[in-house]
């Protein structure tokens, strides 16, 4: 995972604390951004389906399940992995009765169907794809994890994450409102396939 110079310095800003120039320099703030940056990264693409940090694979069956009796299929994730979010049906494929049963532990997805397709959240987004909301929302998460080692203030850190809330909220819903609802395709009991609109 890149950690982005310009997010930590945003981060940095809101504390008054001298920016970075680069990530691996020898300052508290650069450690102490190295250190929170992807945990904040992580905790904020896991509280919503992101649409810029959506991806699609066909994941690899593994030859050993140790799960065969409940499982009929075992799949490993891709390595960029944050969150699993659906199946959906390979390309031509039909769906009958809504969405594919899945389950993800240790690192390995079970489900009951073949030649798995995931539609995931990555953990690896680039800052030129991040909306300018979203990079609100992760600079003043960053903030508020920085504040007490960087500047010695709980008071400052409170403030931070309240405002850290609040533009998380602003950036789920200018996201909610810029991507399709693709989870209407799987409403009804009906076969829809790859493609066709409902």
Request: charged share 20%; net charge negative; aromatic share 6%.
């Amino acid at each position: 995972m890149a950690i982005s110079i310009s997010i930590c310095n945003l981060a940095l800003g809101e504390l008054r604390a001298p920016p970075i120039a680069d990530i691996d320099e020898h300052s508290v703030e650069a450690r102490e951004c190295a250190r929170y940056y992807p945990q904040c990264l992580t905790s904020l693409l896991e509280r919503h389906e992101w649409s810029f940090a959506t991806k699609i694979a066909t994941l690899a069956a593994l030859i050993v399940n140790p799960r065969h009796g409940e499982w009929v299929y075992a799949y490993g994730l891709p390595a960029d992995l944050a969150t699993a979010k659906r199946l959906v049906p390979p390309e031509g494929a039909a769906v009958v009765g809504g969405r594919q049963p899945f389950i993800v532990e240790a690192g390995i997805l079970f489900a009951q169907v073949p030649g798995a397709v995931l539609e995931y959240s990555t953990n690896n987004i680039a800052e030129a794809v991040m909306p300018a909301m979203f990079i609100d929302a992760l600079a003043f998460a960053l903030a508020a994890r920085l504040a007490v080692p960087v500047r010695d203030s709980r008071e400052a850190k409170g403030q931070l994450l309240q405002q850290a809330e609040i533009a998380a909220q602003r950036a789920i819903a200018d996201d909610r409102n810029r991507q399709p609802q693709h989870d209407l395709a799987f409403v009804d009991e009906v076969t829809v396939v790859r493609g066709v609109g409902v």
